[in-house]
């Protein structure tokens, strides 16, 4: 086999390994919003919402830029004991002490038995994010397989078992700090049996870098969760669950991005990666994207209500028009566009389109909120992500002195774009007056099956596939 070969085989197995590893939890988070949102009352649905929302926006700040050093530099294991020790302490130590202070003054619904439990989960899913970084960087990725099923099973049961009991956000939290230490413990034991560890640096590497990663993370992450960071302290917890559910983001989007964020960055990170070799994985990981994320989007632009009222219920039929506005930053999530800024150190430049996208966010949530209400916010955070990635782009083209077509396929993305346009707009105009709700979801759905199909046919090596 030839080593271009071979890598790109290194790439499949851990790129299937990686999405396998998240898909199975990704997909039971999915079932308990769906069941949560069915089962318990608006304002109950609304508070478990706001502790996930707080735990998605914490995790990125506790861990502040570190899972992005370890991809880009080598795993904590490179280190030795003391160093990583006094790392992990003093990071975590610097954010969380900012975030405990916040939520005490900001937030009048959390008790303070609730507090510490969110802090204790809070601490072990950052702890979970490094060693999943530190997995990743040694492209043992097969290794979080297990540990991840196991943590979705336990999940599940734990939130169907809360129902049965009775559900309390106390106990909720105390159950989903039970799983996740659960979870850290196996990864921790697999790295310590299946992954040669040499302690050998006594000084971090790139420490600046880490800073400007930190940096931007904590900015991008306030900047994608803004709209609900305000929200949150502005409505009631009934309200703030009607607008959840109407952004509430397809769970293979994010794990597509952060999976093909990973390889690359690992993949390119090694010793014989050339600018040429990661151009061109960028283009293709986005062209492969797009086979999956074009037909998504048609489906959830299209038909946002159906989508809306069978995960979630008639009382939530509002947030339809949340989704379909939200469902705009599909198409543009085929990649991700700060990874090859990543690679040459340009922390910088991360970081200025994280000041771009948070600027823009914020000036236009104040220029269309009074004139569209909560849809105004979901505009402004979709332009906002256009603009930011238009900027990143500009960036790669004279940081690699290539050119717009290199960069991606701009031709066959079109053609795939047009195409689900067309097919979706034409079942939504012509077959959906003359069928019932139920046949409509099994046409859009069928489609956007024959697509992901037709997209994905000749871009995959379905022996290696079905093998890996």
């Given amino acids: 086999m030839q080593p271009k070969d071979k890598m790109q085989t290194s790439i499949v197995k851990n790129t299937i390994s990686l999405l396998f590893s998240k898909l199975v939890p990704s997909l039971v988070l999915t079932i308990i919003n769906i069941v949560y949102s069915r089962y318990l009352t608006k304002d109950d649905y609304g508070m478990y919402q706001t502790i996930f929302t707080y735990l998605n926006i914490f995790v990125v700040i506790s861990t502040f ?11 904590l294991y490179q280190y030795r004991p003391l160093l990583r020790i006094k790392l992990l302490s003093t990071i975590f130590v610097i954010t969380l002490l900012p975030i405990i202070l916040y939520l005490q003054f900001t937030d009048t619904t959390l008790s303070i038995t609730s507090l510490i439990l969110f802090v204790l989960l809070l601490l072990s899913q950052s702890v979970y994010l490094v060693q999943e970084a530190n997995v990743l960087s040694f492209e043992k990725n097969k290794l979080l397989i297990f540990p991840n099923q196991v ?12 129902l049965y009991i009775g559900y309390s956000i106390d106990r909720c939290l105390l159950a989903l700090i039970a799983v996740s230490v659960i979870r850290n413990f196996g990864i921790a034991y697999y790295l310590k049996h299946e992954v040669s560890i040499g302690a050998t640096l006594s000084s971090i590497k790139e420490i600046d870098q880490l800073i400007w990663f930190g940096i931007n993370d904590v ?16 409505l009631s917890a009934a309200d ?13 989007i994010g794990m597509g991005l952060s999976a093909f964020q990973a390889i690359i960055t690992a993949r390119s990170a090694k010793a014989d990666a050339t600018n040429e070799s990661n151009v061109a994985l960028f283009g293709s990981s986005a062209l492969f994207m797009s086979g999956i994320l074009f037909p998504l989007f ?28 939200t469902s705009l930053l599909i198409p543009m999530r085929i990649c ?18 994280a000041l771009l996208d948070f600027v823009v966010a914020v000036a236009l ?10 849809k105004g916010l979901a505009l402004a955070m979709v332009i906002a992500t256009y603009v930011q990635a238009a900027f990143y782009l500009i960036n790669i083209v004279s940081i690699y002195h290539s050119n717009w077509a290199t960069i991606l396929p701009w031709l066959k993305l079109a053609i795939r774009f047009s195409i689900v346009i067309l097919t979706f707009f034409s079942i ?3 077959l959906v007056p003359q069928t019932d709700h139920f046949l409509t979801i099994i046409c859009s759905t069928t489609l956007f099956v024959l697509l992901l199909i037709g997209f994905n046919f000749k871009s995959l090596d379905w022996k290696l596939l079905f093998r890996s």
């Avoid at 803004?226 to 502005?234: A, M, N, Q, S, Y």
């Avoid at 299209?302 to 506005?325: D, M, Q, R």
Wanted: proline fraction near 3%; aromatic fraction near 18%.
């Fill in 65 to 75: 830029g570190l899972t992005r050093h370890i991809l880009s530099f080598g795993s």
């Fill in 151 to 162: 943590y979705a099973l336990l999940l599940l049961v734990c939130h169907l078992l809360l």
């Fill in 219 to 234: 900015l991008q992450i306030m900047t994608k969760w803004i709209d609900k960071i305000v929200l949150i302290l502005l």
């Fill in 240 to 252: 703030y669950a009607v607008y959840f559910n109407g952004t509430y983001e397809i769970p293979l």
């Fill in 298 to 325: 048609g489906i959830c632009f299209f038909f946002a209500p159906e989508i809306i009222v069978l995960l979630f219920g008639e009382k939530y039929v509002y947030s339809a028009e949340l989704f379909a506005i």
């Fill in 336 to 353: 991700n566009y700060t990874v090859l800024l990543q690679i040459k150190s340009k922390g910088n430049l991360i970081l200025i389109g």
């Fill in 365 to 374: 949530m104040f220029l269309f909120y009074p004139i569209w209400g909560l």
């Fill in 428 to 430: 939504r105009v012509f």
